[in-house]
């Protein structure tokens, strides 16, 4: 099946410092990229929509200038911790559509601590 | 929105026995309903889907069931393993635009030798 790689797989971080969390399809293109959070032991919660060449689409909750997603081609997608704070450590995860009724693939996750 | 329930929290069975899990949603124009399933420290990996025109789906020890009328679909898992050992998530999506998925709240499976 389709490949979706993060990078990185683990980052330590200081509180106030911001984190670039990347999302590529390595073989095939994607209009829309999805990026989840999970706490330990929790589901996972959709924070936003990504779509290439457009501004994402942020869940009720989220704050937008706190988790900036650019989706800049049609294999990668960003997310930016900015001014990182102790509670924003989280298991971040994308996914990816080859097609638009097709099967969602998921990313490995990136895990933040921020200290 | 979408809401999905799921059900047990946590399953303990032992090698050789059949798991069955649950989920409810509540979106009548859901239409695509995905299981995954997660191991410690990655992300979630599809075993199997099933699409509102289908009532049952099989994939060799994998099965799910699909009622549209109650909105309620299940996993079940026969002759388990120990590999089977990790946290389960049901999903479901429809309707226009970008679907995205919306997940149940997770079932540890534990399989005991």
């Known amino acids: 099946g389709a490949v979706v790689s993060q990078h990185p797989s683990r980052v330590i971080c200081k509180s106030g410092t911001s984190v670039k969390i990347e999302c590529r399809s390595l073989?095939?293109?994607?209009?829309?990229m999805f990026w989840y959070r999970q706490f330990p032991k929790q589901s996972l919660m959709l924070m936003a929509t990504?779509?290439?060449?457009?501004?994402?689409?942020?869940e009720q909750g989220v704050e937008k200038d706190k988790f900036l997603i650019n989706h800049a081609s049609l294999t990668l997608s960003t997310l930016t911790v900015t001014s990182a704070h102790p509670e924003d450590s989280s298991f971040y995860i994308c996914?990816?559509?080859?097609?638009?009724?097709?099967?969602?693939?998921f990313g490995e996750g990136s895990r933040l601590t921020v200290l | 929105g979408e809401n999905v329930e799921q059900h047990p929290s946590t399953l303990s069975v032992q090698e050789g026995d059949s798991a069955v899990i649950k989920c409810t949603y509540s979106?009548?124009?859901?239409?695509?309903f995905p299981w995954y399933k997660q191991e410690l420290g990655k992300g979630p990996q599809l075993i199997i889907d099933?699409?509102?025109?289908?009532g049952e789906k099989k994939d060799q020890r994998i099965a799910v069931t699909l009622n549209k009328t109650a909105k309620h679909f299940s996993l079940h898992i026969t002759e388990t393993q120990p590999e089977d050992s990790a946290v389960y998530f049901c999903?479901?999506?429809?309707?226009?635009?970008?679907?995205?998925?919306?997940f149940g709240t997770g079932t540890r499976l534990l399989v005991s030798p």
């Open positions: 996914s990816a559509r080859d097609r638009p009724d097709g099967e969602l693939f």
């Open positions: 073989d095939f293109q994607a209009t829309t």
């Open positions: 990504s779509n290439e060449g457009s501004k994402a689409t942020y």
């Open positions: 979106d009548s124009a859901s239409n695509y």
């Open positions: 099933i699409r509102s025109n289908v």
């Open positions: 999903a479901a999506s429809g309707g226009a635009g970008f679907q995205k998925l919306v």
